[in-house]
């Protein structure tokens, strides 16, 4: 049996909090212990709301920021063993949350789909077929290849953005929440096309978002994180069909997320002397404000 295509083993990281000086005044827990295992193949959830380090996480695992503490396997190898000569972003990519902001305005397509074929070698003379096989493979037209970003909607950013990660062949992917900028109708199609790519190409997703009914449909296991530790873990099924923790059955009781203007417009925690309340707090300022509403 083969083992985690992505292991996460203790990992933690803090970020100091300054003052309006610029003075230390103390550090924020952003990742606190966070464990888990994603089987090659698998869709794994990461759910929490806004602030609760599932971006740390990410960006942890591809290398853009250093755990105070923990480890991160791919495949079994520490994402700092480079001793079998392959490159960290062959290992993983990640598809980020705005396409717009992703994708350089003044490459096309086919540059920009180009770039990681280029910073890992592949043959110069096969580029101009790959791109035509990436977009063909994100349900693009080749002649695309020729286009700008500001010439494609939202939906066709993030199909671009897809194609880019899956240039070089990573066997997993991290999805930071791919949609959330995409209006409801194009969010199906693109959750489709990475549950079809998934499927064919043996794929490991890492899926992190704050909309649950999205990753119940789409991991078969989760994580649920609040102030940067995991509070629940288990199959998409259990964990939300019947939630063990009250956080949890707090964050599938909130208004279901279904645009981005929507998400502008969720409510903010309130802090309690500088701090995130704890989930019995928060629980407990939820249900006095439904109370008062
Ligand atoms: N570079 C940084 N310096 C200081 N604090 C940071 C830094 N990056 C993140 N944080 C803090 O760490 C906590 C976790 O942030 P993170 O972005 O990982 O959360 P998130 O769950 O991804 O939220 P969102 O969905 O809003 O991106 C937050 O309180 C955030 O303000």
């Not at 070089?168 to 079809?196: G, I, N």
């Not at 997703?205 to 009914?213: A, E, G, M, P």
């Not at 991991?219 to 199959?235: C, D, K, M």
């Not at 707090?250 to 903010?268: D, Q, T, Y």
């Amino acid at each position: 049996m083969s083992g985690p295509m992505l292991e996460l083993k203790n990992l933690c990281k803090a970020f100091p909090i300054r003052n309006a000086f610029g003075r230390k005044t103390g550090a924020l827990q952003a990742v606190d212990n966070v464990s888990m295992a994603i089987a090659p193949g698998d869709v794994y959830g990461l759910a929490g709301e806004s602030g609760s380090g599932k971006s740390t996480i990410a960006r942890m695992i591809m290398g853009l920021e250093t755990p105070d503490s923990g480890e991160i396997l791919i495949d079994g190898r520490s994402i700092h063993d480079r001793s079998d000569g392959v490159a960290h972003g062959r290992r993983v990519q990640m598809v980020f949350q705005n396409p717009g902001s992703s994708l350089n305005p003044r490459r096309t397509v086919g540059q920009s789909i180009t770039v990681p074929l280029d910073a890992h070698g592949f043959p110069r003379g096969a580029r101009r077929t790959r791109v035509a096989t990436l977009l063909d493979m994100v349900q693009l037209p080749a002649a695309f290849a020729e286009r700008y970003p500001h010439e494609l909607s939202g939906g066709q950013k993030q199909r671009v953005a897809i194609a880019r990660a899956l240039a070089v062949e990573p066997k997993l992917l991290v999805l930071d929440e791919p949609t959330s900028a995409l209006d409801v109708s194009v969010q199906a199609k693109v959750m489709d096309l990475l549950a079809d790519l998934g499927r064919q190409m043996g794929l490991t997703y890492l899926f992190i978002s704050h909309d649950l009914s999205l990753m119940r449909n789409f991991a078969r296991e989760v994580s649920v994180l609040y102030r940067g530790a995991i509070v629940e873990s288990g199959t998409s099924d259990t964990v939300f069909g019947n939630p063990s923790h009250d956080y949890t059955r707090l964050l599938i009781a909130s208004v279901p997320v279904i645009s981005a203007e929507e998400a502008a417009l969720r409510p903010v925690i309130p802090l309690i002397d500088g701090e995130l309340p704890t989930p019995e707090q928060l629980i407990a300022l939820r249900q006095a404000a439904d109370r008062q509403a």
